[in-house]
């Protein structure tokens, strides 16, 4: 049997995660709901992230507009960007009751528009402040709080910085931890900068999870590949041939979840494996025998009918999406990043990016493109 269900790291007041997670990181204008809409066709099991959200907005704005999405999206996290406990409780509240499975704090985020508000990554300098946020967000909601954070920002020992944040958060009762596991520098560096050029560390955040074995850490940053996230986990709960585990990676001791952010969004076909590994977070299903959806898999055999199924409910949900007064390229521009390496790719990428621009287009461009990848792949599979 599967071990599963001996996966009870999480603290305060729930038992959270069933499983270890595989996560697709917030991020803004990119994981909006429209992408966590087309990413849930590829992975059953993966907890998606919101783009963050200001607490204020949340409390002064349109809420329909801002929260509301399509429950086939679940389970969705909804990340807050704020500094302020009432007014993060508040937004929290409000979150829950639009259904999201999760709140998490931003603690991460560089840029300047954040730094004007003095939240995100400068909250690593305010730890009992984010303390503060995460207890009065615990009181405010029965759902999970998290925190997303850096490994410190400027010229914080991230050794230190790193574990006082945690230690503060974790007696908030925070129910689980994300590190993107490099510093934020909060001067010099653009944001884009700032996910490339301070130095990963997940020795760290392994040392983290040795010092706090109850709490839920995860590790975000630089995973590129599945393989490569999949070696910071337990090979206890991994189906048995897969990639080497933490301990014999000499990661260390294994973590409780992964979260991808680009390489989630550029190549998001590595979502359609995912589900072979990892159980579903919440409810603790199995993972599922991976089918043959990559056109490259071990048999080299291009699973039409399930590309075909993708193709369908994207166009039907594009087709509701226009019909409500969206464009097409609202869907469109996030599913440009499928078919990485496969024969016809080129053409998708070309028609889901022009066609799917013009005027009055509609779901036929999401037929075509898909279409134009079955009729390459087949014909290359004749010629094998
Ligand atoms: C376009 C973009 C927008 C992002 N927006 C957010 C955000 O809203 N909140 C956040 O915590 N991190 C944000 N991030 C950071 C990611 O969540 C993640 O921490 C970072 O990209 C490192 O992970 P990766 O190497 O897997 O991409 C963003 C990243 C990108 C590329």
Not at 82 to 94: F, H, T, Y
Not at 99 to 121: K, L, W
Not at 144 to 158: N, S, Y
Not at 327 to 342: C, N, S
């Amino acid at each position: 049997m599967k071990e599963t269900a001996q996966f009870t790291v999480g603290s305060g007041n729930t038992r959270y995660f069933k499983a270890p997670v595989f996560a697709v990181a917030p991020m803004i204008d990119w994981t909006d709901r429209h992408y966590r809409f087309f990413a849930r066709q590829l992975s059953r099991h993966a907890l998606l992230y919101t783009e963050m959200i200001v607490a204020d907005a949340i409390l002064r704005g349109d809420r329909e507009k801002l929260l509301g999405y399509h429950a086939a999206e679940n389970p969705v996290a909804l990340q807050l960007g704020g500094n302020d406990p009432a007014k993060l409780a508040e937004a929290a509240r409000i979150g829950e009751g639009f259904g999201y499975h999760e709140i998490n704090m931003n603690v991460g985020c560089p840029s300047d528009r954040v730094q004007s508000g003095t939240f995100g990554a400068c909250l690593m300098q305010e730890p009992a402040r984010v303390a503060e946020c995460v207890a009065a967000m615990k009181a405010a909601v029965k759902i999970p709080i998290t925190v997303k954070c850096r490994i410190g920002v400027d010229d914080q020992e991230p050794e230190q910085a790193l574990r006082d944040l945690v230690a503060r958060v974790k007696d908030a009762g925070t129910d689980a931890v994300w590190v993107h596991a490099r510093k934020a520098w909060l001067q010099g560096l653009s944001p884009r900068e700032n996910r490339e050029i301070p130095p990963l560390d997940y020795g760290l955040v392994h040392r983290l999870k040795e010092e706090n074995p109850n709490l839920f850490i995860g590790l975000n940053g630089g995973l590129q590949t599945l393989d490569q996230a999949l070696s910071h986990l337990d090979h206890r709960l991994l189906p048995p041939g897969g990639p080497a585990p933490a301990a014999e990676t000499g990661n260390g001791p294994a973590l409780d979840g992964v979260m991808l952010g680009r390489a989630a969004y550029h190549d998001s076909g590595l979502l359609t494996a995912a589900d072979g590994y990892f159980a579903h977070p919440l409810t603790g299903a199995a993972p599922e025998p991976i089918e043959p959806h990559a056109f490259n898999d071990r048999d080299h055999r291009l699973s039409l009918d399930y590309w075909a199924g993708v193709r369908d409910t994207m166009a039907d949900y594009a087709a509701t999406h226009i019909a409500g007064g969206g464009r097409l390229v609202h869907v469109t521009r996030h599913m440009i990043g499928l078919f990485q390496g496969w024969p016809g790719a080129r053409r998708y990428r070309q028609l889901l990016s022009a066609d799917a621009t013009r005027k009055g287009a509609g779901p036929e461009v999401i037929h075509a493109a898909f279409n134009a990848v079955f009729e390459a792949a087949t014909a290359r599979q004749a010629a094998e």
